[in-house]
């Protein structure tokens, strides 16, 4: 019997203990987090895995949610060549997926969009297109 509340008390603190492994666009996902603030949401307690990885075709990032932590996959390649905005725009994007629940939609101009916004598109329109993913 001591044994048994023993593996459930242990169970319990398990369920509650954060899994957050960020190995890269860690100074990404904090800007998310701060923006997130800034329009009222806390993300920080969310179980996060994003991690580099080779992905097919012409994808650049993927989310993948059940089943475990919400793991964003980063193109490692296309990481290595992107500038600050376009690694920024791929983070929000997939974390607009992984922490706000987000499909794709049809609008090419904005984070959301299944195509990846021009680094000065992003950076011309920043707050609005950030407003648009916290709506
Ligand atoms: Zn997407």
Request: aromatic share 8%; net charge negative.
């Amino acid at each position: 019997m001591k044994a048994k509340a023993f593996a459930l008390a242990l169970l319990a603190l398990s369920s509650c203990a954060r899994i957050y492994q960020v190995s890269l666009g860690a100074d990404e996902v904090e800007l998310f987090y701060r923006e997130a603030e800034v329009r009222g949401y806390n993300l920080r307690d969310h179980d996060l895995i994003v991690k580099p990885g080779t992905l097919s075709g012409n994808t650049i990032g993927l989310c993948q949610l059940g089943g475990g932590p919400p793991t964003v996959t980063i193109d490692a390649e296309f990481w290595d060549t992107a500038d600050a905005d376009e690694r920024e725009v791929l983070v929000f994007h997939e974390l607009g997926h992984c922490l706000l629940d987000r499909p794709h939609v049809d609008d090419h101009l904005a984070i959301m969009s299944s195509y990846l916004l021009s680094s000065s598109y992003y950076a011309a329109n920043k707050t609005a297109l950030i407003d648009e993913l916290f709506r």
